[in-house]
């Protein structure tokens, strides 16, 4: 089967930095995704991912491991508007995504 | 540019009652889905559609039908609602199946 493993809630501090991890097993790899999503809100696109190593937007970064099956969300310099819930995708063979449920993040002064 | 807009907002409907969620987007996105999505799980994909005129299923399509008759209409018509089908629902749409999807705001669909 397929699967997507994410912790269910985190915890950071404003001004911190905090790696939010994903793991997966999928029919098929073609690039992993991380969604930012609000309470109440839709998901919205944060990083895509498709070869090994780091991708660095801003405060985010991306991190993938084709042969491991993980991925890390990296946040720095934590905002409280950064409080949401943070999705991981993965594209299968047939180029649907498979969604983790979504990591929970507090973000505390 | 509204991007995706979804209809209704919100809505309560009885158990065996017919639905239609609507789904517009003006960016000329070819792609387009359907999902739901659950306390403590992943967005599960319903249906799908690569370019107007064709259609797919995706991980839950029971009990949902699709069409899509142009390039920016996709709606999701829940036949006979039961309570299961409580959910939020999100369309999405991307410009190819390879790119990323831009999301609707979501409706939220109570069945009694």
């Known amino acids: 089967g397929q699967n997507i493993d994410q912790p269910t809630e985190m915890t950071a501090t404003e001004g911190a930095i905090v790696q939010i991890n994903c793991t997966y097993q999928?029919?098929?790899?073609?690039?992993l995704f991380w969604y930012q999503q609000h309470a109440g809100e839709a998901p919205t696109f944060l990083s895509y991912?498709?070869l090994d190593g780091l991708e660095e937007k801003g405060r985010f970064s991306s991190f993938l491991s084709r042969s491991k099956g993980y991925s890390y969300l990296l946040l720095k310099e934590l905002q409280m508007k950064d409080s949401a819930s943070y999705l991981c995708?993965?594209?299968?063979?047939?180029?649907?995504?498979?969604w983790g449920a979504g990591t929970k993040l507090i973000i505390k002064p | 540019i509204a991007g995706i807009t979804q209809a209704p907002t919100s809505q309560i409907l009885a158990a065996g009652r017919r639905m239609t969620l609507r789904c517009t987007q003006d960016m000329r996105h070819n792609a387009m889905y359907w999902y739901r999505q659950d306390l403590g799980l992943g967005l599960r994909l319903i249906h799908y559609?690569?370019?107007?005129?064709?259609?797919g299923k995706g991980e839950v399509p029971d009990g949902y039908s699709v069409s899509r008759a142009n390039t920016d209409d996709f709606p999701l018509t829940l036949a006979s609602a039961v309570p299961s089908q409580t959910s939020v629902y999100f369309c999405?749409?991307?410009?190819?199946?390879?790119?990323?999807?831009?999301f609707g705001p979501g409706t939220r669909l109570t069945v009694l």
């Open positions: 991912n498709v």
């Open positions: 559609s690569n370019t107007a005129g064709t259609t």
């Open positions: 999405a749409s991307s410009d190819s199946p390879e790119n990323e999807q831009f």
């Open positions: 995708a993965v594209r299968d063979s047939n180029y649907q995504l498979i």
């Open positions: 999928t029919s098929g790899f073609n690039g």
